[in-house]
């Protein structure tokens, strides 16, 4: 039997690269004054059908339940955090400034960067409708990457803004009904040949080329762009109007994170909508909101392959899994008092095993090595004077039982894992 496809095992080195990813998450998002949520992982099916239309439901686990209600497994969290937020946005201050990381799921064709389930960090600010908003989370977005050792050669933030476009449909004198349509159309015009984006395009090829082909200007972008440059941010980030994201429901500012070799899908991506909570909650709240996603899996791709993000993540990872302490139990008379002092040790914070059966000494200090344990505590024949062995120098040292504790504080790497 094996994980079905475009589902994951994450065995233990897996778990501890999936916390060490989602430790940075949290830490960058509580910096930023960001605060922690989370919703139901099954919803009513019709809430993301409201969102994103009927077609969504091919790429949905949807079934019925036992109620005969119509669900689905969570293939997002925005239409969450919309129902929630219209629901209780009374309770909180303005502007809301929340994150979760909560697991997808999709149905669709497994490849790189894109499984059936994932994780994803979602980081959401609502009800502030000043640019300032948009620049402060285009800063959480490169802060986050910065977190993972990442550089402005490592990684490159597309900015844009639907806005800018509406209004040149509107210069254009082109009916609202095929506004979406277009976007769509310039939405694909990095990834599909230039001749059908034209054929797609019409007599509106011409001067939508002239933009891409860097022609467009946009004060609001360049506001956008000082706002990050007063934070040292702007390096990060290049004004690109060929991002418009294909999505109905953005309306102004939107951006996605890439590396700047193009070797993987979006990072990151993300933008205003401002109407989206209004839609869905019949009309019963109307705020200004901006956020973005990024996921697990194409971070994961791109730590894998950066050099110095994967030496930083492969450290942090062995120091998450390594042990403080390993009590080796030489006598086994003693193992009631190495009990005792396994408990005061974990008790103090610190990570300690121990052989649970009578084992030989040379099987315990090879289990210690194998363990990452940085010192030994031999419990024998000194009792009740008990032998501290670093590993790494072989250095020795016999200490009273009842030092222990003390004596272990002097070692600055073991205050340091256990603090």
């Given at each position: 039997m094996q994980a079905l496809p475009g589902f994951r095992d994450f065995l233990p080195d897996d778990c501890a690269?999936?916390?060490?990813?989602?430790?940075?998450?949290?830490?960058?998002?509580?910096?930023?004054?960001?605060?922690?949520y989370d919703g139901p992982v099954l919803e009513d099916l019709h809430l993301f059908v409201r969102k994103s239309?009927?077609?969504?439901?091919?790429?949905?686990?949807?079934?019925?339940?036992?109620?005969?209600?119509?669900?689905?497994?969570?293939?997002?969290?925005?239409?969450?955090?919309?129902?929630?937020?219209?629901?209780?946005h009374?309770?909180?201050?303005?502007?809301?400034?929340?994150f979760c990381i909560p697991q997808m799921f999709r149905y669709e064709r497994p490849q790189r960067g894109r499984l059936r389930e994932h994780y994803q960090f979602n980081c959401d600010l609502i009800g502030e409708a000043a640019l300032d908003a948009d620049v402060e989370l285009i800063a959480i977005c490169i802060d986050v990457l910065r977190a993972f050792g990442l550089t402005a050669q490592d990684v490159v933030v597309r900015i844009s803004d639907r806005e800018f476009w509406i209004d040149f449909f509107r210069a254009?004198?082109?009916?609202?009904?095929?506004?979406?349509?277009?976007?769509?159309?310039?939405?694909?015009?990095?990834?599909?040949?230039?001749?059908?984006?034209?054929?797609?395009?019409?007599?509106?090829?011409?001067p939508v080329f002239e933009i891409l082909d860097g022609g467009g200007r946009s004060e609001k972008l360049q506001r956008l762009v000082e706002g990050l440059q007063q934070r040292g941010l702007a390096e990060f980030v290049r004004v690109d109007l060929r991002i418009v994201r294909g999505l109905a429901y953005y309306t102004g500012v939107v951006f996605e994170a890439f590396d700047c070799q193009g070797k993987l899908r979006a990072i990151a991506g993300g933008g205003r909508y401002d109407n989206l909570i209004h839609q869905l909650s019949d009309g019963a709240a109307s705020l200004p909101a901006g956020?973005?996603?990024?996921?697990?899996?194409?971070?994961?791709?791109?730590?894998?392959?950066?050099?110095?993000a994967h030496a930083q993540m492969e450290a942090a990872v062995a120091a998450q899994q390594r042990l403080d302490l390993y009590v080796v139990i030489a006598k086994e008379e003693r193992r009631s008092d190495a009990i005792a002092a396994i408990?005061?040790?974990?008790?103090?914070?610190y990570r300690v095993d121990y052989a649970l059966t009578p084992t030989k000494v040379g099987k315990q200090f090879q289990a210690a090595e194998q363990l990452g344990a940085q010192v030994a505590v031999l419990f024998g024949?000194?009792?009740p004077q008990v032998k501290i062995k670093v590993l790494a120098t072989r250095k020795e040292q016999l200490v009273p039982n009842e030092e222990l504790l003390a004596h272990l504080a002097r070692f600055p790497s073991l205050s340091s894992l256990s603090s």
């Open positions: 690269v999936r916390s060490y990813i989602f430790a940075r998450w949290r830490e960058v998002a509580r910096r930023y004054g960001f605060v922690e239309g009927p077609e969504i439901v091919k790429q949905l686990y949807d079934f019925a339940d036992k109620g005969g209600r119509a669900v689905a497994l969570r293939p997002e969290m925005t239409p969450t955090l919309a129902r929630m937020v219209a629901a209780s009374r309770d909180f201050r303005k502007p809301i400034k929340w254009q004198n082109l009916p609202q009904e095929r506004w979406q349509e277009v976007l769509e159309v310039i939405d694909k015009s990095e990834r599909e040949p230039r001749e059908k984006i034209a054929e797609q395009l019409g007599q509106l090829a011409r956020g973005f996603a990024m996921g697990d899996v194409v971070l994961g791709e791109l730590l894998r392959e950066n050099a110095t408990q005061c040790l974990r008790d103090a914070s024949d000194e009792w």
